[in-house]
């Protein structure tokens, strides 16, 4: 990999982590375009993708700094030293619980399926272009009928399940971490940019630690002009994936999201038929 191949992979990760059109999709395809991916070695993919996902992860957490220190200054407060009733605690506490059970089903799936997602499945084009497809319906099919009346506020822990749950399975390739959580928030009476609000404040834990275990596997064969390269496309990520979410927040606010999910059907169309083209392979 080239260092102008790595930034623009960075780039890549940057503007798709967070709209709701799949990083993995995104970053899969480059790859094989650019002949990046290794059949006899997924797994060296499997790591780069979780490492520059580091450099995002910073973007997120530079982002909400305040609302992640109030958190945790809340949390352990209110837990720890001055122990409180769950129902009796400030919203930056509870929200900090959310936040914990949430993470469970993707720890739970993520440690099952381990050898699973750092296989071969992971990297086909086929499985990617249908997630893509079924998840824009199914996003397509939320904006339309959600209620948008609940705010931040009115998170409860039975909504930050179901909204973990469905970030689990964006663990299946081309679903989007970003859009099955927002998908979820939706349905569930969210407003758009309290979804997404939530849904980036939910992905800090599960990215950080399969980042940084990922980091450790890779260590072990990366060597220096390799180290060099992913840390230009996490920078480049980082930076990238910071107006993103700003750009998203702002977008959501004041429209649908049906940009999305036009593009993810006739991206993963597009796909399809190359496929069946024979002009790039699964």
């Known amino acids: 990999m080239s260092l102008f191949e790595a930034i623009v992979l ?45 450099g995002t992860m910073l973007a997120v957490v530079l982002y909400f700094w305040k609302d992640l220190l109030n958190i945790i200054k809340a949390f352990l407060t209110e837990n720890l030293f001055r122990k409180k009733k769950f129902t009796s605690q400030s919203f930056d506490s509870r929200q900090g619980w959310f936040i914990i059970i949430g993470t469970i089903p993707i720890v739970v ?9 750092e296989g071969a499945f992971t990297k086909n084009l086929t499985v990617i272009s249908i997630s893509l497809i079924v998840l824009g319906i199914v996003l397509g099919i939320a904006d339309k009928y959600g209620s948008y009346k609940k705010d931040i506020t009115k998170i409860k822990w039975l909504d930050s399940l179901i909204v973990g749950a469905a970030q689990a399975l964006a663990l299946i390739p081309g679903v989007s971490r970003s859009g099955s959580t927002i998908t979820a928030g939706i349905f569930l009476g969210l407003t758009r940019e309290t979804a997404a609000r939530f849904s980036f404040l939910l992905s800090i834990p599960a990215v950080l630690a399969s980042g940084a275990l990922e980091l450790k596997e890779a260590l072990d064969y990366i060597n220096f002009s390799d180290s060099v390269n992913l840390f230009a496309a996490a920078f480049t990520a980082a930076v990238v994936g910071y107006l993103t979410i700003e750009f998203l927040l702002r977008f959501l606010k004041k429209r649908s999201t049906f940009v999305f999910v036009f593009y993810r059907i006739i991206l993963g169309v597009v796909i399809l038929s190359l496929i069946f083209s024979n002009i790039i392979k699964p």
């Open 109 to 117: 799936v993520g440690l099952g399926f381990k050898d699973l997602i």
């Open 10 to 54: 960075g780039i890549i990760q940057g503007l798709t982590e967070f709209l709701p059109i799949s990083s993995t999709g995104h970053l899969t395809l480059a790859g094989k375009v650019m002949n990046l991916i290794s059949a006899d070695e997924p797994y060296r993919w499997t790591s780069f993708i979780a490492v520059i996902q580091l």
